[in-house]
């Protein structure tokens, strides 16, 4: 039973980096009504940024604090994901206003190659670290309940309660915030939204740019976890089936759905594992995904589109 928990609390928390991941997608969804597929390249840019500044600032200010490093590093990538959001919006979305969702579709694409050689071409394309002071020690807990106690990893820990906040914090804007129904008008109907006076410009440059936060905080903690690598970018390969799963208009769904897929990859892997032949933690999430699409396509949370004709 403890090394059984032990699997599920490493579950719950790959789980949580994955939600985290997701989120992006559900946000711009939300506001855009467009799968961003420049998810994942966001979270490399972002992450590279991040490491990179941490690396420069010091060298060029003439200091030696690392958490001064690392909070000015913070503040230049914020900065750089706000720019990319505002290019973003003044060179493809507005003159895509009120298009078919496919041309839309295929403008993420294109962002997603260009950020890719933006990112090698600014930052560089070696593996760099980023150290925001997260242990990596473990933690052994319930030692009085299960002989030797539940060995967890702190880091991850650490990282899923970032992540847990992050998530609690966007629910509250987008429920609670004028922005926040703004956004969500905007993704109901672009022209009604503009026609009671939503600039929609600004909206979409606020929710490119809340993304490219959410994607700057999982590149933080992946590259705090595996260094900043291009392999970082196909970490949103599983934030995929999460969101199919989750839903794509959920914000709550992309946290279940996050936490149902790690649970169950890690779960499958280590018990099924031996029975056929390993490597299911690789494609559990795309099974899982491909079941749900065959029985209830809109997700767990996601909203039931009804078309009337």
Same mark, same amino acid.
């Given at each position: 039973?403890?090394?059984?928990?032990?699997?599920?609390?490493?579950?719950?928390?790959?789980?949580?980096?994955?939600?985290?991941?997701?989120?992006?997608?559900?946000?711009?969804?939300?506001?855009?009504?467009?799968?961003?597929?420049?998810?994942?390249?966001?979270?490399?840019?972002?992450?590279?940024?991040?490491?990179?500044?941490?690396?420069?600032?010091?060298?060029?200010?003439?200091?030696?604090? $690392? *958490?001064?490093?690392?909070? @000015?590093?913070?503040?230049?990538?914020? !900065?750089?994901? %706000? =720019?990319?959001?505002? /290019?973003?919006?003044?060179?493809?979305?507005?003159?895509?206003?009120?298009?078919?969702?496919?041309?839309?579709?295929?403008?993420?694409?294109?962002?997603?190659?260009?950020?890719?050689?933006?990112?090698?071409?600014?930052?560089?394309?070696?593996?760099?670290?980023?150290?925001?002071?997260?242990?990596?020690?473990?933690?052994?807990?319930?030692?009085?309940?299960?002989?030797?106690?539940? $060995? *967890?990893?702190?880091?991850? @820990?650490?990282?899923?309660?970032?992540? !847990?906040?992050? %998530? =609690?914090?966007?629910? /509250?804007?987008?429920?609670?915030?004028?922005?926040?129904?703004?956004?969500?008008?905007?993704?109901?109907?672009?022209?009604?939204?503009?026609?009671?006076?939503?600039?929609?410009?600004?909206?979409?440059?606020?929710?490119?740019?809340?993304?490219?936060?959410?994607?700057?905080?999982?590149?933080?903690?992946?590259?705090?976890?595996?260094?900043?690598?291009?392999?970082?970018?196909?970490?949103? *390969?599983?934030?995929?089936?999460?969101?199919?799963?989750?839903?794509?208009?959920?914000?709550? =769904?992309?946290?279940?759905?996050?936490?149902?897929?790690?649970?169950?990859?890690?779960?499958?892997?280590?018990?099924?594992?031996?029975?056929?032949?390993?490597?299911?933690?690789?494609?559990?999430?795309?099974?899982?995904?491909?079941?749900?699409?065959?029985?209830?396509?809109?997700?767990?949370?996601?909203?039931?589109?009804?078309?009337?004709?």
């Amino acid at each position: 039973m403890g090394f059984f928990l032990e699997t599920v609390f490493g579950g719950l928390m790959a789980g949580m980096l994955y939600a985290l991941v997701a989120l992006g997608f559900v946000l711009i969804f939300k506001a855009s009504g467009v799968f961003n597929f420049a998810q994942g390249a966001m979270v490399l840019f972002a992450a590279l940024a991040m490491a990179r500044f941490a690396e420069w600032l010091p060298r060029w200010l003439g200091f030696e604090s $690392l *958490l001064l490093a690392n909070l @000015l590093a913070f503040c230049a990538a914020v !900065a750089c994901m %706000v =720019g990319v959001a505002w /290019l973003v919006e003044r060179l493809a979305l507005r003159h895509l206003v009120n298009q078919e969702p496919i041309a839309l579709l295929m403008a993420t694409l294109g962002i997603t190659y260009f950020l890719d050689g933006a990112g090698q071409l600014i930052f560089g394309s070696s593996t760099y670290k980023i150290d925001v002071g997260m242990p990596k020690d473990p933690l052994i807990v319930l030692e009085n309940t299960f002989e030797g106690g539940l $060995l *967890l990893s702190k880091e991850d @820990l650490y990282a899923a309660l970032v992540a !847990a906040a992050l %998530v =609690g914090l966007l629910s /509250l804007f987008f429920q609670k915030t004028r922005t926040g129904r703004a956004l969500r008008a905007v993704a109901d109907d672009h022209q009604a939204a503009q026609s009671i006076g939503i600039p929609l410009s600004r909206i979409w440059v606020i929710v490119w740019s809340v993304g490219g936060i959410v994607a700057l905080v999982a590149g933080i903690i992946w590259g705090s976890k595996l260094g900043v690598q291009f392999s970082i970018s196909l970490v949103a *390969l599983k934030a995929f089936p999460v969101v199919i799963l989750g839903g794509l208009t959920s914000v709550p =769904g992309a946290i279940v759905g996050g936490l149902l897929i790690g649970v169950g990859e890690k779960v499958s892997e280590i018990y099924l594992g031996p029975f056929l032949g390993g490597g299911i933690e690789n494609w559990f999430a795309y099974v899982l995904a491909l079941a749900f699409l065959l029985i209830r396509p809109q997700g767990l949370f996601g909203d039931k589109i009804i078309d009337r004709v």
